[in-house]
């Protein structure tokens, strides 16, 4: 197998894949290691072999490319493509480490020289590959070769390790060239050597090597390059402190890391940036113990670094702050810095003497000309504020001049990041006060009036930016104070700015404004939502210009319409005092929208998603009636997934909306509710623009509707189909899919009233209480019946040749790597037709049709006929490479005779007893070999001979090149093919035309004529052998149609080309 994969790797993917040999072997190791200790031939065997195999996937698994490299001389063919080709080297080198390092477990202590060999093999793959999933495989191993030869000594006296870690240094030095981010598997390369060291030395001298490399200038002529020793030294820092088994040896050194990381965001190369950006979060996770160094949500509730414990971390962030803030503009690379340096303020303890320095330097990045900047610094500023003092910096941070727009806007910035967390009773005291100790409302109210007071950066503010910064600033502290205010507090002093009918007035003047303008739009959007929601005595007219506007913003600023949908769902979701009036306007808006023809799909996708949620959470305040939308009304609107999932879930809510009320006899809502249950039962299918999500999170939206299916007969045909589904979804290989079928389920069985049955249950039950329920409620319903034989005796009983079709299908073998997987992981065939058989064998014998059972009797015999002739046939690789050889060298009427006669002749034989001791491999092979004398592309044909010898001779050579190739083992191919079997073989095609002559010769000659001679004399050619029913599974897997036709125009073809061969001299 590796010299075919050597001569012709292409051959080696289609037909011989290594690595199930090579598991194989590693799990007879592992089972039985006594061949290691057997002498040393079996063991330098395998040696040879892993060496072998890595030669061969060298190539391919070497080129700088984190996947692998396909040469552009490489041929992808039909059954070989590049990724089987890359699939077959990363198998193969996969389980040869995995075989190595088994072997390295089982040897003796006192084998050197293999031990030496493997480990040095395993190094130079660890050096010199790219392929990234094969690099992690192959550094487990490296780990188990180092711990094995770490008490080797050399010629030297030096440990063997030592020669390691220079061999890794000198990688380094020599500016090896590995274009790959993270240097490939070199840091895997130096860890297991440091893992395997006891004394510590290697460590320490390996973070002072390291440093030095990286350390060294970067010359401007190489700054982008992608290879740099700089990158390669600190990734193997990086892995060292990340390395588990290093952890308490690494501790001493982890402020060397961090020093370096800061030093190197600050080089001009970005290469040596983005690593130094890698290498300081590594020292930032071991500092924490966590993985979660570079997230800012909820920075409180996470682990605080203590600058006390860690002296030098406080001093390496406010360098970096520093330095960013020296660099003129901050146009400079090197302020990249910044950002690692503001998250990991948000986990530092600063002491209380350094805190005005730490604040200072954060506060000046707030007026960064770049905007996130300016944001990541405004939200580190609000971290260090302290609960105490958050109204008093809040009132400093709103005195900010409109002098300076940078400053404004981080301060704004700041202020509503203070703002959120003085809403939740965040701070910088104990988790407990702060879940036990909100801020009082009236500190609330004050927030609101320093904010109202601080109207003039909006009125005598010409910039848009901070302008919308302001608006959203006074938004939230509106919803605040509006969520914790009670009715003996006093209420804020409200500016001009909050008013709906300032909004109202303010809004259509930015309409037509382009640039900056927009994120005004976006921000008055959302004020606008916020105060429709929370708003009083809402008038007609006031109500219909919030939809005139709002239709104007769908046409000329889709972004600020959406906007209003998003702040008007988060108003909805956190706000518990919505009123009624301004929950009537959104809801029109929204259906105002969702029927325009000419909004974009995004805007009504999010208009039905509100809707969506006004019926989900305040049923309560619904008090329109939106019309229900058809399935062909909504594809014309567009034929988006996001939306069409969604309208059927707002259909749904419309349908079970009717359901309550006198209009359920109308003809329209029957015909809704036959169009929506179609969507739905062909959504599950997988036959509709639907999702199977979409379907089952429609059904849930259900409860009356099922009431008014049970009851009325006209709908009882989509109650079945729709029970159906629901049986479908409750085994979906999608676990949430079968939790919302389960909630349908309950119900549906709700209708029945039986007691229990109200309850939810797990998907497994319920669909055994749906498929009870459908059993009691149409046990004689055609459609029902139809359903149940067909899922327990699937589709094809009407077909005749049913399963004789799907066992030739199934019996072709699969040689892709990449096979499409089952989609449905979770349902148990066997199960379901079990449970299936039942419903049916439960049903009233009158209500199955005659014609159904005599069609389901019909397909069962000719199933088991069909069964019984394809166990009866013989399946070696022998048997398995003849049919293919056939397949591809005769036509399509050849090739089902050459079947049909073997299938025949083993028919007749099996019931023969002088033929029951035969060679049943050869009789085979003699019977599907035996035309290969009629290859229409000539590779078998002479020009001299008859046929029926160039069959024989063909036969017999594809035999002996089996034996040999397979005769270096594996494949499964017998090697006992002496020269009286190919005789026979031979005897058997070249007589296969003469049975007077054949019956005379070995049993197998004669056998192999049995078959061939049913085909042209029929069944009855030996009498009471073959059955009808045998004969006709046969013919229907093999058809006959134009054999009769063919085989003439070949025997003329013959007498045309080589007549002399067909007369007697």
């Known amino acids: 197998m590796i010299n075919t994969a050597r001569a012709d790797l292409s051959e080696a993917v289609a037909k011989y894949p290594l690595h199930g040999l090579l598991t194989s072997l590693r799990y007879i190791l592992e089972q039985d290691h006594r061949p290691l200790y057997d002498g040393d031939q079996f063991l330098s065997r ?10 061969v996937v060298k190539p391919i698994l070497c080129d700088d490319a984190p996947e692998g490299y396909m040469p552009e001389d490489a041929e992808e063919t039909e059954n070989v493509s590049t990724k089987d080709t890359l699939s077959y080297c990363w198998r193969a080198l996969k389980e040869s480490s995995m075989l190595l390092s088994t072997l390295l477990q089982y040897l003796n202590l006192d084998d050197t020289v293999h031990s030496h060999q493997l480990s040095e093999l395993c190094f130079v793959q660890l050096a010199e590959l790219r392929h990234r999933g094969a690099f992690s495989t192959v550094a487990q191993t490296w780990i188990a070769c180092c711990l094995a030869s770490r008490d080797v000594p050399t010629a030297d006296g030096q440990s063997i390790l030592h020669q390691w870690y220079a061999k890794v240094v000198s990688i380094l030095r020599n500016k090896t060239t590995i274009n790959t981010r993270r240097s490939a598997g070199l840091p895997s390369l130096l860890c297991g050597i440091l893992i395997a060291e006891r004394d510590g030395q290697l460590l320490k001298q390996a973070f002072v090597d390291l440093e030095a490399i990286a350390r060294e200038e970067v010359a401007p002529d190489t700054a982008q390059e992608g290879s740099l020793p700089q990158v390669h030294a600190m990734n193997c820092l990086k892995d060292v402190l990340k390395n588990s088994r290093l952890g308490e040896a690494s501790e001493q050194y982890v402020p060397i890391a961090l020093r370096l990381a800061a030093d190197a965001l600050q080089s001009h190369a970005w290469a040596v940036r983005n690593c130094g950006l890698m290498l300081f979060r590594a020292v930032i996770d071991r500092l924490l113990g966590t993985s979660d160094a570079h997230t800012e949500s909820d920075v409180h509730s996470q682990r605080r670094l203590s600058a006390d414990q860690h002296p030098q971390i406080l001093e390496v962030v406010l360098g970096l702050l520093n330095t960013t803030l020296e660099t ?11 950002f690692p340096a503001l998250q990991l303020l948000q986990r530092l303890q600063v002491p209380g003497d350094r805190t005005v320095a730490v604040r200072r330097a954060v506060r000046a990045l707030m007026g960064s000309p770049w905007w996130l ?19 008093e910096v809040l009132e400093g941070l709103l005195r900010t001049t409109i002098a300076n727009q940078n400053a404004l806007h981080g301060a704004l910035l700041c202020a509503r990041q203070i703002n959120k967390r003085l809403a939740v009773g965040h701070g910088r005291s104990s988790q407990a006060d702060r879940l036990h100790s909100p801020v009082p409302d009236e500190g609330q109210v004050r927030t609101v009036d320093e904010v109202g007071r601080a109207d ?35 209420q804020p002093i409200k500016p001009a700015v909050t008013d709906l009918h300032w909004t109202l007035m303010e809004l259509p003047d930015y309409l037509g404004a382009a640039g900056s303008a927009a994120a005004l739009r976006l921000a008055l959007a959302r004020l606008l939502a916020c105060q429709l929601l929370l708003a009083v005595d809402l008038s007609s007219d006031l109500r219909q210009d919030v939809r005139a506007l709002l239709e104007d913003l769908a046409k000329h600023d889709a972004n600020a319409c959406s906007a209003f949908f998003l702040e008007a ?35 009504k996708c999010q208009a039905v998603e509100l809707l969506l949620h006004i019926t989900d959470h305040m049923r309560g305040e619904i008090a329109v009636s939106p019309p229900i939308m058809t399935f062909n009304e909504a594809m014309s609107q567009g034929t988006s997934q996001r939306f069409m999932d969604l309208h059927l879930q707002w259909r749904a809510t419309c349908l079970e909306r009717v359901a309550g009320s006198e209009e359920i006899t109308s003809v329209n809502f029957l015909g809704s509710v036959h169009d929506w249950a179609d969507c739905c039962v ?10 199977r999500d979409a379907a089952a999170l429609a059904m849930t939206r259900l409860s009356s509707l099922w009431t008014v299916l049970a009851s009325n007969d006209t709908m009882s045909r989509d109650m079945l189909n729709l029970c159906m589904s629901v049986y479908d979804l409750l085994n979906d290989d999608d676990e949430d899919v079968r939790i919302l079928a389960s909630t349908v389920a309950s119900r549906i069985l709700a209708v029945e009233k039986v007691r229990g049955y109200e309850s939810g249950a797990v998907p497994a039950v319920a669909s055994q209480r749906l498929m009870a329920f459908m059993v009691r409620r149409w046990p004689t319903d055609p459609d029902f019946i139809r359903e149940a034989v067909h899922r327990a005796f699937g589709g094809d009983y009407n077909d005749q040749s049913g399963v004789a079709s799907r066992l030739q299908k199934l019996a072709v073998e699969n040689t892709a790597l990449f096979v499409e997987e089952k989609q449905n992981l979770y349902v148990d065939e066997a199960r379901e037709v079990k449970a299936w058989s039942q419903v049916v064998m439960s049903l009233p014998y009158q209500a199955v049709s005659k014609q159904t059972v005599r ?17 009866s046939a013989e399946d070696t690789p022998l048997i398995t490479a003849a049919i293919a050889l056939i397949r591809k060298h005769l036509s399509d009427m050849a090739y089902n005779h050459c079947m049909r006669s073997w299938l025949f002749s083993f028919a007749i034989a099996d019931k023969l007893p002088h033929l029951q001791d035969r060679d049943r491999e050869l009789h085979a092979l003699a019977a599907i070999l035996h035309d290969l004398g009629w290859d229409p592309t000539g590779t078998f044909i002479s020009p001299d001979k008859r046929f029926e010898v160039d069959g024989a001779n063909a036969a017999r050579t594809f035999i002996e090149q089996e034996v040999a190739r397979h005769s270096s083992g594996g494949g499964g191919v017998q090697q006992d093919w002496d020269k009286h079997r190919l005789q026979l073989l031979w005897d058997a095609i070249a007589l296969h035309t003469t049975p007077s002559i054949a019956i005379h010769k070995e049993m197998e000659v004669g056998a192999t004529g049995l078959g061939i001679g049913a085909e042209f004399r029929g069944r009855g050619i030996i009498p009471n052998t073959m059955t009808q029913q045998e004969w006709d599974a046969i ?15 070949i025997m003329c073809g013959l007498c045309k080309t080589k007549p002399e061969t067909t007369v007697f001299h």
């Open 373 to 391: 900047v300016r944001d990541k610094a405004a939200y580190t500023y609000a971290s260090l504020v302290e609960e105490g003092e958050a109204i």
């Open 328 to 338: 003129t503009g901050l146009t400079s690379a090197r302020s990249e810095g910044v």
């Open 569 to 603: 769902t988060t108003v909805l979701k956190y706000g518990s005092q919505v009123t009624q009036e301004g929950l009537r306007t959104v809801l029109e808006s929204c259906s105002d929208i969702e029927q325009r023809p000419d909004a974009s799909l995004h805007l």
């Open 456 to 490: 003039k950066m909006y009125t005598l503010n010409k910039c848009a930016v901070t302008q919308a910064a302001y608006i959203d600033l006074l938004r939230d502290s509106t919803k605040t104070s509006h969520r914790s205010s009670s009715g003996d507090v006093t």
């Open 855 to 871: 069609r389901l009797s019909r397909y069962i015999s000719q199933g088991l006929d069909a069964l019984t002739a394809h166990s």
């Open 1035 to 1049: 013919v229907a897997e093999f058809p006959r149609q134009g054999f009769r036709d063919g085989v003439k125009a």
């Open 46 to 55: 395998l040696v040879c072999a892993l060496a072998d195999i890595w030669s």
């Open 682 to 691: 062909t959504a599950v299918k997988h036959e509709a623009v639907h999702s």
